[in-house]
């Protein structure tokens, strides 16, 4: 047995013991072992969330829900045991989204996400999430976006360019930093005027220098966003995953049907259509592969979610 296979046994039956959460490979198995997708929005149908997990050879994912969806959680992890962790949302411009996201923690959501409003990054509304995550010590998963995909979208906890005063403010705070203007920030000419820049990554991004510098940040590989980062200068890519081992997680925050590009994979995001008709999460996960070993893979798709969220590995 190589180490890295006993360290993966070990690590799994840690996970089992803590949480319930088992490491089982998925119907087929793609990727060489079990794989974790932190970024998952709940389906409706119980069947519905492991159509998805099969079709790209997931094994475990971390379901996204609005606040109020414990029993919806519980039907899913009881249908499929060992499968799938949460983390609860709720609206934080109204003033029960503490009350709210404090149920969901005690009824086992493992932190708050994806929390993504029409607010300012270091203004009061997510201020006050900053520090409950703190206190009920969990993560908080942040969507940062400053161009609007649609003319009526809107932008979501922007000023992130300001992000490191928070960061400083709130050193007990776990963050995840994921979208657009946190990936697009990887490259230091970024000057918020589009919502997926394209081309070679100019060394010294402020997202690359918060990654290094504060332990409290993580970074989420989800959506074109992530996939994009990743994809646009293959040597930049490969310091990178390395460079911030310990930090970045897989997740795909896909939307098509099967695992396989079904259904309208990119939500009708024009900006996005490099990936439309394809799965985010097939298409990381091989990008991934391409640019690490395999002990790292293991732990941008694995471990590093585990610790994140405290159930071993
Ligand atoms: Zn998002
Ligand atoms: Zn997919």
Same mark, same amino acid.
């Given at each position: 047995?190589?180490?890295?296979?006993?360290?993966?046994?070990?690590?799994?039956?840690?996970?089992?013991?803590?949480?319930?959460?088992? %490491?089982?490979?998925?119907?087929?198995?793609?990727?060489?072992?079990?794989?974790?997708?932190?970024?998952?929005?709940?389906?409706?149908?119980?069947?519905?969330?492991?159509?998805?997990?099969?079709?790209?050879?997931?094994?475990?994912?971390?379901?996204?829900?609005?606040?109020?969806?414990?029993?919806?959680?519980?039907?899913?992890?009881?249908?499929?045991?060992?499968?799938?962790?949460?983390?609860?949302?709720?609206?934080?411009?109204?003033?029960?989204?503490?009350?709210?996201?404090?149920?969901?923690?005690?009824?086992?959501?493992?932190?708050?996400?994806?929390?993504?409003?029409?607010?300012?990054?270091?203004?009061?509304?997510?201020?006050?999430?900053?520090?409950?995550?703190?206190?009920?010590?969990?993560?908080?998963?942040?969507?940062?976006?400053?161009?609007?995909?649609?003319?009526?979208?809107?932008?979501?906890?922007?000023?992130? =360019?300001?992000?490191?005063?928070?960061?400083?403010?709130?050193?007990?705070?776990?963050?995840?930093?994921? %979208? &657009?203007? +946190?990936?697009?920030?990887?490259?230091?000419?970024?000057?918020?005027?589009?919502?997926?820049?394209?081309?070679?990554?100019?060394?010294?991004?402020?997202?690359?220098? #918060?990654?290094?510098?504060?332990?409290? #940040?993580?970074?989420?590989?989800? %959506?074109?966003?992530?996939?994009?980062?990743?994809?646009?200068?293959?040597?930049?890519?490969?310091? +990178?995953?390395?460079?911030?081992?310990?930090?970045?997680? +897989?997740?795909?925050?896909?939307?098509?049907? &099967?695992?396989?590009?079904?259904?309208?994979?990119?939500?009708?995001?024009?900006?996005?259509?490099?990936?439309?008709?394809?799965?985010?999460?097939?298409?990381?996960?091989? #990008?991934?592969? =391409?640019?690490?070993?395999?002990?790292?893979?293991?732990?941008?798709?694995?471990?590093?979610?585990?610790?994140?969220?405290?159930?071993?590995?």
């Amino acid at each position: 047995m190589t180490s890295s296979r006993r360290g993966f046994l070990q690590a799994a039956a840690v996970s089992a013991a803590l949480s319930g959460l088992k %490491a089982q490979t998925a119907r087929e198995d793609l990727w060489g072992g079990p794989v974790l997708d932190l970024h998952f929005h709940m389906r409706r149908e119980p069947e519905a969330n492991v159509a998805h997990l099969d079709g790209c050879g997931v094994s475990n994912a971390n379901l996204l829900t609005r606040s109020g969806a414990a029993e919806q959680v519980r039907a899913v992890q009881a249908k499929y045991p060992g499968r799938f962790v949460w983390f609860a949302s709720a609206d934080i411009t109204q003033p029960d989204a503490g009350k709210l996201l404090t149920q969901a923690v005690r009824d086992g959501a493992g932190g708050f996400g994806e929390i993504k409003f029409h607010v300012e990054a270091d203004g009061p509304e997510l201020r006050r999430m900053y520090a409950l995550a703190a206190e009920l010590d969990v993560p908080i998963l942040v969507h940062f976006q400053e161009v609007p995909h649609t003319p009526t979208e809107g932008v979501f906890s922007t000023g992130f =360019k300001r992000f490191e005063t928070i960061l400083k403010a709130y050193p007990k705070t776990r963050f995840v930093g994921h %979208a &657009d203007a +946190f990936w697009a920030n990887i490259s230091a000419d970024y000057s918020n005027d589009v919502a997926y820049p394209a081309g070679r990554i100019k060394r010294g991004g402020l997202t690359d220098r #918060l990654l290094s510098d504060y332990p409290n #940040l993580f970074g989420d590989l989800s %959506a074109n966003s992530g996939n994009n980062a990743l994809s646009r200068d293959p040597e930049f890519t490969t310091g +990178f995953l390395v460079r911030h081992r310990d930090k970045l997680i +897989f997740g795909s925050d896909c939307a098509c049907t &099967d695992g396989n590009g079904g259904g309208i994979s990119q939500a009708n995001n024009p900006g996005a259509s490099r990936l439309a008709g394809k799965c985010v999460a097939r298409e990381t996960l091989a #990008l991934l592969k =391409k640019s690490t070993t395999p002990a790292l893979f293991r732990q941008l798709t694995w471990q590093n979610s585990h610790k994140l969220l405290r159930i071993g590995a």
